[in-house]
């Protein structure tokens, strides 16, 4: 322990920057689907280990709430345990919205029973197939009713990340959802009852499943502009762009991602400088040193990956903590 502490005190300060509190970890999720009890264990474990500055919260479906009390004890150490929750949603905004009161209910009974030793502060939901496309007014009514049932339930603050497909031309509508989301945004009270941001798939069990380079690059640019947020999840268990043999495709980087929204959100870049940085397959055109983090000729300081970090680009979800870990040894930055 000694050992890995002394070398994790020499992990540069940019890269800790542009990694502290990434991971979201999913091992209820495939490939892992762990029980929910060696799920929690590792996780439980991972807090106390030298890493885990890159630990961010522990995801599960919402309906897994009430299984969480027999773990009282295992939950009750150390500083209190973040969730992320998986919500019922649904495909048209009238059934999303009986599912989101019913899930409101399972988090109001769940946060009674621990009392704030355990909060869930996320919620992930796909948006209604319906509003896909949809247009800046009805994106903001509805929003507006998600609201209006977080206040009627006298939930606490909890963030709504909406999960939007990547098909061409949903990809070209982001600008308008992006706005949306961003007018709810700015009429929350402050601190802010409920913030929107987006959720990206950056992977799945098909080569399909993968969005390209292009609208990655659409989805970051689109979410910088309108100052909202974005997590991801899936596929990006490597720091690089790389291939898949398994899958048969290229696949997405976690670096090229975050490090691409960050230096998207210090120089403004468009989607084509973007889209370039998330295509870089060669690891040493990331450069992270005391003062600053680096790709190729685009540098941003410590200062612009924390704002970038906190404002635009949150985390990722992977059902492995170790293995991005052990990826990022194998380029020597960790």
């Not at 690089?240 to 048969?248: E, G, K, P, S, T």
């Not at 975050?258 to 973007?274: K, N, T």
Request: charged share 25%; with cysteine.
């Amino acid at each position: 322990m000694e050992a890995a502490e002394s070398n994790d005190a020499l992990v540069p300060p940019s890269l800790r920057a542009l990694l502290d509190d990434i991971l979201d970890y999913e091992g209820l999720f495939p490939p892992a689907e762990l029980s929910l009890s060696q799920a929690l264990h590792n996780y439980a474990d991972y807090r106390t280990e030298p890493k885990a500055w890159l630990l961010s919260r522990f995801v599960l479906p919402v309906r897994q709430l009430p299984d969480l009390p027999p773990y009282r004890s295992l939950l009750s150490r150390g500083a209190p345990y973040r969730f992320s929750v998986l919500g019922t949603g649904g495909d048209d905004p009238e059934t999303f919205l009986d599912r989101f009161v019913r899930d409101l209910d399972v988090l109001d009974a769940f946060d009674a029973e621990f009392g704030g030793r355990s909060q869930v502060d996320r919620m992930e939901v796909p948006l209604p197939d319906t509003l896909v496309g949809a247009d800046q007014t009805e994106l903001e009514s509805f929003f507006s009713s998600v609201d209006r049932r977080l206040v009627q339930t006298g939930t606490a603050k909890l963030d709504l990340f909406l999960r939007v497909p990547t098909r061409p031309a949903s990809v070209e509508r982001l600008p308008a959802l992006c706005a949306a989301v961003a007018e709810h945004n700015s009429q929350q009270a402050l601190p802010a009852r409920s913030e929107m941001g987006l959720k990206l798939r950056c992977g799945g069990g098909a080569p399909e499943d993968v969005p390209s380079a292009q609208q990655v690059a659409a989805l970051i640019v689109a979410c910088r502009d309108a100052g909202i947020a974005f997590k991801a999840t899936s596929g990006l268990q490597r720091p690089v762009r790389h291939y898949d043999d398994a899958l048969d495709t290229e696949m997405h980087g976690f670096l090229n991602l975050f490090g691409g929204a960050v230096l998207a959100a210090e120089h403004q870049l468009d989607r084509d400088v973007v889209e370039t940085i998330l295509l870089e397959e060669t690891s040493s055109n990331f450069r992270f040193e005391k003062e600053s983090f680096s790709w190729r000729n685009l540098g941003v300081s410590l200062e612009g990956i924390r704002h970038a970090r906190e404002s635009l680009a949150l985390s990722f979800g992977s059902c492995s903590f170790e293995d991005p870990i052990d990826n990022l040894r194998d380029l020597d930055l960790l």
